[in-house]
């Protein structure tokens, strides 16, 4: 319930996504998401650390942006915007993340957001 876009829902489109959601494992080191690929599903951290980083036009190397902490949503501006992925972000430590897929949060959390 930390992460903003779920915060609109009511009980019954909670119970949905709930329903939708699926938990998936990262161990230390693993990509969760890639900078330019194709989003198809938005996660939120329940345990563990990761690291956001992202190339700038012009650098070669990644620049740390943030590290995201339990209760934190990410993925989801690919999703609004149907963009590549705007940056990398990869497991610190071994980490749960939850997954939702396009059509769900395109249905329910998108909809009760706006």
């Not at 992460?3 to 990262?26: C, G, S």
């Not at 690291?51 to 590290?67: A, D, I, R, W, Y």
Request: hydrophobic content about 40%.
């Amino acid at each position: 319930m930390q992460a903003f876009m779920f915060n609109a829902l009511d009980e019954k489109e909670l119970n949905i996504v709930i329903d939708a959601i699926e938990e998936v494992h990262f161990e230390a080191g693993a990509p969760v998401i890639t900078e330019g690929d194709q989003g198809d599903c938005m996660y939120v951290l329940e345990s563990g650390s990761l690291k956001c980083t992202k190339v700038f036009k012009g650098q070669s190397e990644p620049t740390h942006l943030k590290n995201y902490v339990p209760g934190e949503g990410f993925g989801e501006l690919a999703l609004l915007y149907n963009c590549p992925r705007a940056a990398t972000i990869t497991a610190l430590e071994s980490s749960v993340t939850w997954r939702l897929d396009r059509d769900t949060f395109n249905h329910i959390v998108k909809d009760a957001a706006q």
